[in-house]
């Protein structure tokens, strides 16, 4: 019999590479037709496993999917960014690899972070969507989210909407 161990823990330093091609191929799936292509492929190039390793290092609240020693996904989390809403806590990234979807990681990945942040302070949370990111604005409606707030982000000179989500 072959076992497989599935994790969810905090990043460490070896996970830089791991959690940079999940960034990549998640982000590819998730946005190609919705962000210009040569403003996806900026915002990839600039998460690379040096940027992830900094984060680890500086203590980011950053959790990662492990399947048997391989990183399937990853979330990362803390205050919120924006303080005119009253939410304390913000989800930032919640990806995981295209072959690991569908499978309820990201729903464990999902809870583990609500209840970290629970743990620190922030019963209260938020998530950011792209509004044309249909998976990822289904996924938060199921969990129960509420939009709150819609906003507009730039992508070179194409303006798409994104919705909050809030989480109490």
Do not use: C
């Not at 020693?69 to 919640?94: D, Q």
């Not at 922030?122 to 989210?145: C, H, I, M, T």
């Amino acid at each position: 019999m072959i076992e497989a161990v599935i994790t969810i823990r905090n990043a460490r330093e070896g996970d830089a590479q791991g959690i940079a091609d999940v960034h990549d191929a998640a982000w590819r799936d998730a946005y190609r037709g919705i962000i210009p292509g040569r403003e996806l492929e900026r915002m990839i190039a600039r998460r690379g496993p040096r940027w992830w390793h900094s984060a680890i290092v500086r203590g980011s609240r950053l959790l990662v999917l492990d399947f048997d020693e391989t990183i399937g996904g990853y979330a990362s989390y803390g205050r919120n960014r924006v303080p005119s809403l009253r939410y304390g806590g913000e989800v930032f990234e919640l990806y995981v690899a295209p072959e690991f979807q569908g499978l309820g990681f990201g729903k464990r990945l999902f809870e583990t972070a609500r209840k970290d942040l629970a743990e620190h302070g922030y019963p209260s949370f938020l998530v950011w969507a792209l509004a044309d990111n249909e998976r990822a604005v289904q996924f938060y409606k199921r969990l129960g989210g509420l939009n709150v707030r819609q906003a507009n982000e730039r992508f070179g000179s194409e303006i798409r909407a994104r919705h909050a989500f809030a989480f109490s």
